[in-house]
Every structure is written in C-alpha cells, then in structure tokens.
C-alpha cells in the first residue's frame, strides 16, 4: 500500500527561524511529489517535484526531492507569522489514476 | 474568476439522513475528486472521475456516492451508511488525472447531530 509520512507532525517556531519539513514516501510507480499549504480551508498549490536534485524555489520557500533516498524536504527561511499553516505533502503515481495520495500534513504555528 | 465552489460551507445532519455536497467548477477541468480531512489526518481520496458520465471509487468510497453528469459538477452524497460522517470534505479539480496542480475549493465541514 502507498504511505506518505511526513515530519514532524506539528512544530512551533519564533519568527525569523529557519525550518525544514520532511516527507518521505513508499510508492509502486513515482510520479510526482507535491507540497501544498492550508491555511483555514483550502489547500493551495506550493511546488510540483519530479526530478530528484533539482531545487524549487519561491520566495523564502523551497523544496528538493531525492528519489533514491525517496524524501522530500521543504525549507522556509525567515518565517513569518503568515506561514503558519498545515503543509501537506502528496504523491502521485501510476499517471494519476488513483490520485494522490497525501500525508498526515505539518502543523507549522510560527510566534510572533 | 476561475475556481471551484462548494456548498454549502457548513453542514448539519440527523443520524440516518442523506445529504449532497456541491462541487462546481468553471476551469474545464476533466478530472474531479472528493477528499475527507479528519483532525490528524491527511487528506484521504472517497471518489474521483476523469469524464462526464464516469467516476472511480477511491480509498473510502463505502458510504458515499457521486454522480458526474455535466463537467461542471461532481456532488457528493454521504448516505446513512457512513458511519462516522462528521469530517472536513474538500472538492478538487485538475486539467486530467494526470495532471496534478490541483485546485481545491473551500471545503464543506460536515456534522452529524
């Protein structure tokens, strides 16, 4: 069966740190790893990583996958009390027939 | 603008009722999916459909049921024989199955009174 883990499950940090989320995953045909960010309701769209080594980056976001080591970490640099939010990881494989399948997300509260 | 909307945002139900969730979407997105988010959890997917007229059951499709008979909509049906309703439910929409920049709409919290 697919998993997707990540870690850790909740974080609480002060303004200004520097933090790095993690998911590693077990699945039949990799596609694709995806890392998006709910704040209240809606989760919106963070990266898309299909190549292993290659880093994406948006702002003080970014994200790398290893797909030999089968992880990926999400960095945030400088927080602020807007990234405060449950970041949820998901895989895809097997084209998508199945969907994705997601982790448990990361609560991330960032403290003034 | 371009999006997904559910209706309704909240959602009261009596043991043993039926109801249905809206999911509308004006992107001209073929593929559909109904997930449920329970505190803790991740997001796990009920059912999904690629075209008008055909859907797949997910991971934890028992309880539930879906209808896709225009592109635009995809309501989902919580039945009576779900047992354990009360969740967070989330619509998403992406261009195929393929495809994976999902969009998402707001979501309907479901309540079992």
Redesign the interface.
Known sequence: EDKVVQSPLSLVVHEGDTVTLNCSYEVTNFRSLLWYKQEKKAPTFLFMLTSSGIEKKSGRLSSILDKKELFSILNITATQTGDSAIYLCAVGDRGGADGLTFGKGTHLIIQP | DGGITQSPKYLFRKEGQNVTLSCEQNLNHD?M?W?RQDP??????IY?SQIVNDFQK??IAEGYSVSREKKESFPLTVTSAQKNPTAFY?CAS?I????????????TRLTVV
């Open positions: 593929a999916y997930y803790g959890q991740g997001l796990r997917l999904y997910g991971d989330l992406s195929d199955l393929r495809t994976y920049g999902y969009t998402f709409g707001s979501g």
